[in-house]
């Protein structure tokens, strides 16, 4: 158990050393990749180093409790987490290594490949005995057959020590060292060995001459590994923004319970002071009533609202990879910071950098030069099969007597010949061919469908950035708009000549302003992240943190 649990020990470090030479090769043909990717988890989940919350938000109710002493997570620290413990990145990861797994395999058919077995049988069977008489005429012991069986034990055994390479244009060569023993234990033991060595080469000489199929198996693996490694390069990208907005959407929130508790709590003021001016008699009981019920509904809102954000801040905890026992909380400072910044870039810039730096884009107009070597081979499999096959050995003699049978020199043997297949039924490789012809039709139309695709992603982003802008200033001028009706109902309240509706549609309106504020800031920043993500020019530093580049290289922090 010792020996085996060393070896797998060893093939997995094996393995690994390998994968992470493949992928490091790999990694400067591709831009923003990881260089230091591991699919090893050696950090423990811990939250220590984080700053403790010292705050009990009045606005969270009983649960802004649970904040005292919950940890301060703030956006970076959050992707850090994410891209160390994240289930999905680890996933993403894997299939990375994997790929490159494929690889090692692939060129390892390419290399000398050495293989060696043994066997060995002790036979028991019962034969007829030998039992020697004189021969009246000569005089002599003649062995003669009895009816009478005997037990009779030998041993066979058999060894053997190959190789196999496969040599780019040349063809399959492969050696061989075997050996044979034999001896019978019993009824007059006897010793016989021998042994042999030999090579052969197969060299296609016409259809798929120079062992096209297998070569094309190699570079089809090493561009399989580079598509991944692009395909993972983009996830970066993608997962570091999933992460920013899953951030920002939860800070949104927790904004609009502080928002939903300001609002109840003005009602609760509201309704104090409508009592006071009913018991003077200078409101009427009815405008109380409007008020009352308000506040009612306004609580309720305000519960819902800490239900929501509760529930956002638990499944973002899942998507960093923690538990949703842990007890974190966002820095309100990173949604403070948060300010409309606007890309100063043409529709014809964007589109022009997206066509030249999608990753995707990229493997897709590769894919489609792998189809083209597809038909070539394709069409190669509908020659004639000719291949030359020539192989030389020399044997042993048979030896008697216990000892190692070596090959002779004086002993050789050797032949060349062709192998012929004319291609009589060729239907099989036919349908291949065809079918080629159309995977590379279909690739091309595929590049003009992402392309196409990217294109208009392009201008919905833009859209989507202008559209934000425009809310976010409408926002700004509905809050203000809201702040100062509301003021002039409270002044309008305290004299005893406001009306109760106008002062619950000032209150309400300001409430939906802030909120609506929020979420036009919220939306502009994440279609900002999207759209440098959809242009491809979203670098990620190396702890998965996001930082954008204009279109001129300058950096641009969010």
């Not at 802004?64 to 994410?82: C, F, H, P, Q, W």
């Not at 003649?142 to 040349?170: A, C, F, K, Q, Y």
């Not at 009824?187 to 798929?208: F, K, Q, Y």
């Not at 009913?278 to 009533?289: I, P």
Request: one cysteine or more; a neutral charge.
């Amino acid at each position: 158990m010792a020996v085996n649990g060393c070896s797998t020990k060893h093939y997995r470090h094996s393995a690994d050393k390998e994968v992470a030479s493949a992928i490091a090769r790999k990694t400067p043909s591709v831009p923003n990749m990881d260089p230091r990717f591991t699919i090893e988890q050696t950090n423990a989940l811990s939250l220590e180093n984080l700053t403790l919350s010292t705050n009990i938000p009045s606005f969270l109710g009983t649960e802004g409790e649970v904040e005292k002493t919950a940890r301060v997570l703030s956006l970076d620290k959050a992707i850090g987490l994410a891209v160390r413990h994240s289930r999905l990145y680890q996933n993403r990861k894997e299939q990375v290594f994997l790929e490159a797994l494929d690889l090692t395999l692939a060129r390892h058919q390419f290399t000398p490949i050495f293989a060696a077995g043994a066997d060995a049988t002790h036979e028991v069977g019962t034969v007829e005995a030998l039992e020697a008489r004189l021969d009246p005429v000569t005089g002599r012991l003649v062995p003669l057959l009895s009816d009478n069986l005997v037990e009779r034990h030998s041993v066979r055994g058999n060894g053997n020590v190959n190789t196999g390479w496969m040599i780019r244009d040349v063809g399959r060569i492969s050696t061989a060292f075997t050996t044979d023993f034999f001896r019978f234990l019993t009824g007059g033991p006897e010793t016989i060995a021998s042994s042999r060595v030999g090579a052969t080469l197969i060299r296609p000489l016409w259809r798929n001459a120079g062992f096209k199929a297998e070569m094309e198996n190699l570079t089809l693996a090493e561009r399989g590994l580079l598509y991944s490694l692009r395909e993972f390069t983009r996830f970066r990208k993608q997962f570091s923004v999933d992460i920013a907005a899953f951030y920002y959407r939860v800070l949104q929130s927790r904004d609009a319970a502080r928002n939903t508790y300001l609002g109840y709590q003005n009602f609760k003021r509201s309704a104090e002071r409508t009592r006071a001016l009913v018991k003077e008699n200078r409101v009427k009981l009815a405008e109380l009533g409007r008020l009352e019920q308000q506040e009612l509904s306004q609580e309720t809102l305000w519960i819902s609202a800490i239900r929501n954000y509760k529930l956002a801040l638990d499944n973002f905890k899942m998507q960093l990879g923690l538990s949703t026992e842990s007890n974190i909380v966002l820095d309100d400072h990173d949604l403070e910071r948060l300010s409309i910044v606007h890309p100063n870039m043409t529709m014809e810039s964007a589109m022009e950098v997206a066509m030249a730096s999608r990753l995707d884009l990229q493997n897709l107009r590769q894919q489609h030069e792998d189809t083209g070597r597809e038909i070539k081979l394709a069409s190669s499999r509908l020659k004639p099969q000719v291949d030359l096959i020539a192989s030389a050995g020399f044997e042993s003699k048979q030896q008697s007597a216990a000892k190692l049978a070596v090959p002779d020199i004086d002993r050789y043997r050797w032949s060349a010949g062709l192998n012929l297949d004319p291609g009589l039924d060729r239907k099989g490789e036919r349908n291949l061919y065809r079918s080629a012809l159309i995977r590379h039709e279909r690739s091309a139309r595929a590049i003009a469908e992402a392309e196409d695709s990217v294109r208009l992603q392009v201008r919905e982003d833009l859209r989507a950035l202008d559209q934000g802008k425009r809310s976010h200033e409408n926002s700004e001028l509905g809050v203000k708009l809201a702040a100062r009706r509301l003021e002039e109902q409270d002044l309008l309240a305290e004299l005893g000549r406001g009306r109760a509706q106008d002062q619950v549609d000032a209150q309400n309106d300001l409430t939906a302003a802030k909120n609506q504020r929020t979420q036009a800031l919220v939306e502009h920043t994440v279609a900002r992240l999207r759209f440098w993500e959809h242009l491809g020019i979203l670098f990620i530093k190396e702890g998965g943190q996001w930082r954008e580049l204009s279109e001129n290289g300058e950096s641009q922090q969010p």
